[in-house]
């Protein structure tokens, strides 16, 4: 039988559909709608992928940060400050040098405390090395007071600061087991060139331990933050203390 063609319009389009096989063919406009219809589908599994890349990094994000080690500051405790004030402060307003030895039990803190005393102090901060430190359970008394006359003398600074870190055991963290926190307490003391006691403090501190170190620069960051809002509040940049570096 030979085939032949009609033409109907069905809903205002044009139709060939085939009397042989009675299977309509798509004209010239259905083949357009057809086309973004594919582009659409195309598009919407593109985005689709895209999702699950970024939620794939989001999540990879996420549990490295659950890894990474990390450095909590608390807040102060036992902070004094003299009601006498020190000679130095007296004789030039304020003091212009400190003798800063190394913390005992942390090296990392005296780093962290090196680098904020020249950043957001006027002081000349001299960090001695090979001097032997303090007796830190020697009482706070004579035997101080020289130590710190003899290190000013030698070191022509007008006050030395100086410190020590103790910890305790560390505990498992609920973080699936991936971290360990250790609680830990910074001592702070400083002392004139007189052997007058001008300042004292605690700091208690979380360290995280994770299996990747912390990021340096973050911790500096917020050990910075910390401190200087604790200097501010005790007023100690008014009391020449720790002059800031618009004093």
């Not at 020590?164 to 360990?180: N, Q, R």
Request: net charge neutral; glycine share 8%.
């Amino acid at each position: 039988m030979r085939a032949h063609e009609l033409l109907e319009k069905s809903r205002g389009r044009h139709i060939i559909v085939s009397t042989a096989k009675g299977i309509p063919f798509a004209s010239t406009g259905d083949m357009n709608q057809l086309g973004t219809a594919l582009g659409v589908l195309i598009l919407s599994v593109t985005f689709l992928q895209q999702g699950c890349l970024a939620g794939a990094w989001i999540a990879a994000v996420g549990s490295d940060s659950m890894r990474a080690s990390d450095v909590k500051f608390q807040a102060f405790e036992e902070s004094w400050v003299s009601t006498e004030q020190s000679a130095a402060v007296t004789a030039s307003s304020a003091l212009t040098s400190i003798a800063l030895m190394p913390v005992d039990g942390d090296d990392a803190m005296g780093a962290r405390l090196t680098k904020l005393l020249t950043r957001e102090t006027a002081l000349r901060v001299v960090t001695p090395t090979g001097r032997p430190h303090p007796l830190r359970v020697a009482p706070p008394g004579r035997e101080r007071a020289v130590w710190a006359r003899e290190l000013s003398r030698d070191l022509a600074v007008d006050a030395v600061l100086y410190g020590y870190v103790v910890g305790a055991t560390p505990l498992a963290s609920s973080e699936w087991g991936w971290k360990t926190d250790e609680q830990r307490r910074l001592f702070l003391y400083m002392i004139d060139s007189d052997g007058q006691l001008l300042w004292k403090d605690e700091l208690p501190f979380l360290i995280v331990t994770g299996a990747k170190p912390p990021l340096e620069d973050s911790v500096q960051r917020s050990f910075t933050r910390h401190f200087m809002d604790h200097v501010r509040e005790l007023r100690l940049d008014d009391a020449g203390y720790l002059p800031s570096k618009s004093f």
